[in-house]
């Protein structure tokens, strides 16, 4: 019996021994495939980081680009709006440039050379154009003539000896010809508002018809405005007449040639420059 006992306990470890290396087996193969697999995801992940890193590394270049472009034009447009405009208040067309360029190609080149910008182009053009078209084709009167150009603002003043008998508001009839090519000029462009102002020497004046420095000046702009609505068409909304008397000389009022300098008429201007180019 004890035998049989033995011989059966013996049968049994041995087929448990059997069954536990078979587990082990198939548990080692196991862990050799998740070890597989293991790998295998390490290496995709891997890859996948090395992609994603390169992504970025790209993305950070465009990005630098974009910026880096964005700067160049941020550049460009400013300097494009500083050669384009005059303190914001004027554009220039290609066909506005091409005439200005035309322009100063007429002009003495000592004088063009003077410019520095734009803008000083503009101005010299501007002012030879303008000067060429109210004053006579002889040139008789350029030298009482004077024009300054401030942002577009034109401002041409007119040696009172043009226009006017000393101590006198009453226009000359010399002058009606420089008047009608002014006026040729303001009624060019709708939108303009011009201001005629009247300046005088210090000397005193007074009479039936004068108080006073005060009173001529205005009287002086007054009789031009008139002259300019009555007899020329120009459009009265786009008129003023002022008096400045002799509260803004040009130079010391200290012998006969500057006083003479400072009695003048200043017509103050603004153009649309295509259009006064295009006058011209």
Known sequence: MKRIILITLISAGML????????YVELENNLHSTELQLAQTTQEKTELEEKM?????????????????????????????????????ALMSKNTKAQMRETLAKM????????????????????????SSITDNDG??????????????????????????TASYRVNSKAHGLLKRLAEVINSEPSLEV???????????????????????????????????????VAPEKLIAAGRASYMPLVD?????????????????IPDLDKFFSLM
Request: negative net charge; hydrophobic residues 35%; aromatic residues 4%.
């Open 195 to 233: 201001m005629i102002e009247g300046h005088t020497d210090p000397r005193s004046i007074s009479n039936a018809v004068v108080q006073d420095n005060w009173d001529l000046s205005v009287k002086r702009a007054t009789s031009i405005v008139r002259i300019l609505q009555e007899q020329y068409g």
């Open 108 to 131: 003495d080149p000592e004088v063009v050379a003077q410019a520095k910008t734009l803008e000083d182009s503009i101005n010299l053009a501007v002012g030879y154009n303008l000067k």
């Open 53 to 89: 890193a390169a992504i970025e590394r790209r993305v950070t270049e465009y990005n630098a680009r974009i910026n880096s472009l964005k700067d160049s034009n941020d550049d460009l447009q400013k300097s494009n709006d500083e050669k384009l405009s005059l303190e914001g208040v």
């Open 140 to 165: 008789g009167e350029e030298d009482d003539i004077t024009i300054d150009i401030d942002k577009t603002v034109v401002m041409i003043s007119v040696s009172d000896k043009l226009l006017f008998n």
């Open 16 to 23: 448990g021994s059997c069954v536990s290396k078979k587990k």
């Open 253 to 269: 009022n200290d012998n006969p040639d500057n006083m003479a300098k400072n009695r003048r008429t200043r017509i103050v201007i």
